[in-house]
Nanobody
């Protein structure tokens, strides 16, 4: 499975963004998909999770400001965030879990930079 993110860039504080993640390859094996982010000097953190049935989870840091969705027909996952803050600045990564035997393999995209200016 290959994952390619897009939609990052420079956004002013208070603004919004929409990121996309397009999956290719053995996409029929994809289960849950995730958005993570990593700011300089910080650990990678979960931003959103969406299962194959559409159930979603968010950490408190973005809850109420983030929406995640997926279009299985287009093999694409989206992240929309509003009320952006400078602390949302990070590289945003898409990942996907695929069924592999009794377990899962996790694939990662290369990331897309989001910079929020104050």
């Amino acid at each position: 499975v290959q994952l390619v993110e897009s939609g990052g860039g420079l956004v002013q504080a208070g603004g919004s963004l929409r990121l996309s993640c397009v999956a290719s390859g053995s996409t029929s094996n994809i289960n849950a998909m995730y958005w993570y982010r990593q700011a300089p000097g910080k650990k990678r953190e979960l931003v959103a999770r969406i299962t194959s049935s559409g159930s979603t989870n968010f950490p408190d840091s973005v809850k109420g400001r983030a929406t995640v969705s997926r279009d299985n027909a287009k093999n694409t996952m989206y992240l929309e965030m509003n009320s952006l803050k400078p602390e949302d600045t990070a590289v945003y990564y898409c990942s996907a879990d695929t069924q592999y035997g009794l377990g899962y393999l996790t694939y990662w995209g290369q990331g897309t930079q989001v910079t929020v200016s104050s």
